[in-house]
């Protein structure tokens, strides 16, 4: 990935997924690469998600505390699409 805020993007939306999916094993590795790639490639650290207007991830990177802002629209899409089909997106259990 080539900035941060992809890969924070490309987390979030997963880890939503992953949340309101606890029992789907691809979706929970899949959350748990994309937060290694936050560590390995950005270095960062103590990852924190709140749901407010939108969704705001509190982080460290560096030793220093960040935040960033996505649209929940966007962040949701992923999970409304499974949702809406859910034929198309087998649950694969732990």
């Known amino acids: 990935m080539k900035s ?3 890969a924070l993007y490309n987390w979030l939306t997963i880890y939503v997924v992953a949340q309101a999916r606890p029992d789907d094993a691809a979706a929970q590795e899949t959350a748990a690469f ?3 790639i936050l560590k390995r490639d950005f270095n960062v ?3 924190k998600v709140k ?3 939108m969704y ?3 982080y460290e990177k560096d030793g220093e505390e960040k935040s960033a802002r996505f649209p929940t629209e ?3 899409s992923m999970l409304k ?3 809406e089909a859910p034929e198309k997106y087998r649950n694969y259990p732990l």
């Open 4 to 6: 941060l805020q992809d």
């Open 34 to 36: 994309f937060k290694e």
């Open 45 to 47: 650290t103590k990852v």
């Open 51 to 53: 749901k407010e207007a």
């Open 56 to 58: 705001i991830v509190e």
């Open 74 to 76: 966007l962040i949701e």
């Open 81 to 83: 699409q499974i949702e």
